[in-house]
């Protein structure tokens, strides 16, 4: 079993900077593709960005966010990070973890989440 907790969310005003994290715990991570997803409210769960754990930091990410955000990792803290540049109201959700075996951008293909964590966007 994973478990998996974000951090890192808050009110941030727009063009303002946010790193989230998302930390495991409960059986080793290094097998597994770590995605982020985000939730505004009265929307549908948006793929926002994903990377492989191991094997060269594959990622990829949701037209929407390229050249603002980026995800990585820290094998040593078994620890994803996003970190989210030039934010904007629209980015407003919240941002929930996921780890599973596929690197892909279809929540259904992740077996772990994390509660998720809420970002606030102000104009």
């Known amino acids: 079993q994973v478990q998996l907790v974000e951090s890192g969310g808050g009110l941030v005003q727009a063009g303002g900077s946010l790193r989230l994290s998302c930390t495991a715990s409960g059986r080793t991570f290094s097998s597994y593709a770590v995605g982020w997803f985000r939730q505004a409210p009265g929307k549908e769960r948006e793929f926002v960005a994903t990377i492989t754990w191991g094997g060269g930091d594959k990622t990829r990410y949701t037209d929407s966010v390229k050249g603002r955000f980026t995800i990585s990792r820290d094998n040593a803290k078994n620890t994803v990070y996003l970190q989210m540049n030039s934010l904007k109201p629209e980015d407003t959700a919240v941002y929930s973890c996921?780890?599973?075996?596929?690197?892909?951008?279809?929540?259904?293909?992740?077996?772990?989440w994390g509660q998720g964590t809420r970002v606030t966007v102000s104009s």
């Open positions: 996921a780890g599973g075996r596929i690197h892909s951008s279809w929540h259904g293909d992740y077996d772990y």
